[in-house]
């Protein structure tokens, strides 16, 4: 079992940033793949930015390139997503979610823990 809880959303102008959290508890996530996703009202839960086991390899939304960044520290049982230049259709809930052995999956699906999420509202 794995209990995954974000933190450090909140409401930011434009242009500003966040830097958002996601602590795992358990000893099996160091070796999984991990995924940021978000969700707007009425809209579909779209994958933003995934990382594998190591954190030696990336992947990011074409939305989100060269804005965010993914990272994760594995002695602190956490992945980050960095987010700067932030846009007011980057408002959504953002959730972190356990993807595949070892390596990042975009799809939901392959994403079997998630957290509670975290309310990210970009405005001015």
């Known amino acids: 079992q794995l209990q995954l809880v974000e933190s450090g959303g909140g409401l930011v102008q434009p242009g500003g940033s966040l830097r958002l959290s996601c602590t795992a508890s358990g000893r099996t996530f160091s070796t999984y793949g991990m995924g ?6 009425g809209k579909e839960r779209d994958f933003v930015s995934g990382i594998n086991w190591s954190g030696s390899s990336t992947y990011y939304a074409d939305s989100v390139k060269g804005r965010f960044t993914i990272s994760r ?5 956490t992945v980050y997503l960095q987010m700067n230049n932030l846009k007011p259709e980057d408002t959504a809930v953002y959730y972190c979610a356990r993807g595949p052995l070892y390596g990042a999956d975009s799809r939901t699906s392959k ?3 998630w957290g509670q999420g975290t309310q990210v509202t970009v405005s001015s």
């Open 111 to 113: 994403h079997d823990y």
């Open 73 to 77: 520290d594995n002695a602190k049982n």
């Open 36 to 41: 940021w996703f978000r969700q707007a009202p």
